[in-house]
């Protein structure tokens, strides 16, 4: 019987499968908008999102997975949430967000690339850390810059007003989210001289004739899809240090143990034999 290799959620955030960083033309999912609020200063990016939910749908069809109501519309707003923050920042970034909410109890990752115009995450809802709040771990990296980290704590079971929260605390600035219609939403973050009074003030409402009371720039387009990038290999890659340490351990008398990818939750059947091969070849192109 194949044995279940549960990884510590700890250190999700330091295993980043490896993506092409490229920056390409790219004809697949959806086109996220970035405009520039004249003499309010702020940065507006919105998008609709049908079209990558029901990538995910298809992607927990795949895993058999049906998450509980309240969690799903947790994850998809903060898949909007994340694609509208990463769209309004520079190319060349890669970002990832956990937020650990204690009711439902559950942590909810997500992770994107700009470069490769990618995002994609999960839920997961076993050994999840009781706290005395809510906690949302920010991490970004840029270009070759070192890693950053950034922790705050949040109270409700609100994902916008978190990250909301999480912009006033460790962006040290202000930024809204907006639904504007079923699966559309509009993000705006506060620039350098932002009218702070306006930007705060604004009620959803008011987004139905913001471009006719104000002078918007469009300043790009983005694409951003779904997608992991996961395979056996990137599996092999992960495991091969603790398999050169001691591969009785690892494998626990078994042939095979099943390895879940921590970013999607896809299941990967990973060989003995396998990922031999597999360090034989490395240890040839050494």
Not at 63 to 74: C, R
Not at 140 to 169: C, M, W
Not at 240 to 250: E, I, R, T, Y
Not at 262 to 278: D, L, N, Q, S, W
Request: charged share 30%; aromatic share 10%.
């Amino acid at each position: 019987m194949d044995g279940l290799l549960n990884l510590d959620q700890n250190k999700i955030h330091e295993i980043v499968v490896s993506m092409s960083g490229e920056l390409i033309e790219r004809e697949e999912g959806i086109e996220v908008e970035s405009h520039y609020i004249r003499d309010r200063n702020v940065l507006l990016t919105r998008a609709e999102f049908s079209s990558l939910y029901v990538d995910y749908y298809l992607h927990l069809a795949d895993l058999h997975l049906k998450y509980a109501p309240e969690l799903d519309q947790l994850f998809k707003d903060l898949l909007a949430a994340l694609i509208l923050h990463g769209a309004s920042r520079p190319w060349n970034e890669k970002y990832a967000w956990t937020l650990n909410f204690q009711e439902p109890r559950a942590n909810l990752f997500v992770t994107g690339d700009n470069m490769s115009g990618i995002v994609v995450g999960t839920i997961f809802t076993d050994n999840v850390k009781e706290s005395d709040s809510n906690l949302m771990f920010a991490e970004v990296i840029r270009g070759n810059h070192p890693k950053r980290r950034s922790v705050i704590d949040f109270n409700g079971t609100q994902l916008f007003p978190a990250v909301e929260a999480f912009y006033r605390q460790s962006e040290q600035r202000i930024c809204r989210y907006f639904q504007v219609d079923d699966e559309e939403f509009w993000f705006l973050s506060a620039q350098p001289d932002c009218d702070e009074d306006w930007l705060l003030a604004l009620e959803v409402d008011d987004l139905e004739k913001l471009e006719q009371n104000e002078e918007l720039s469009l300043l790009e387009k983005r694409k951003v899809r779904w997608d992991c990038g996961c395979n056996e290999s990137h599996m092999y890659e992960v495991l091969l240090p603790a398999f050169q340490q001691d591969g009785d351990v690892l494998f626990q008398g078994e042939e095979s143990l099943k390895m879940q990818c921590p970013r999607c939750g896809m299941f990967y059947v990973i060989t003995r034999e396998g990922i031999e091969a597999f360090a034989q070849e490395r240890a040839g192109q050494a």
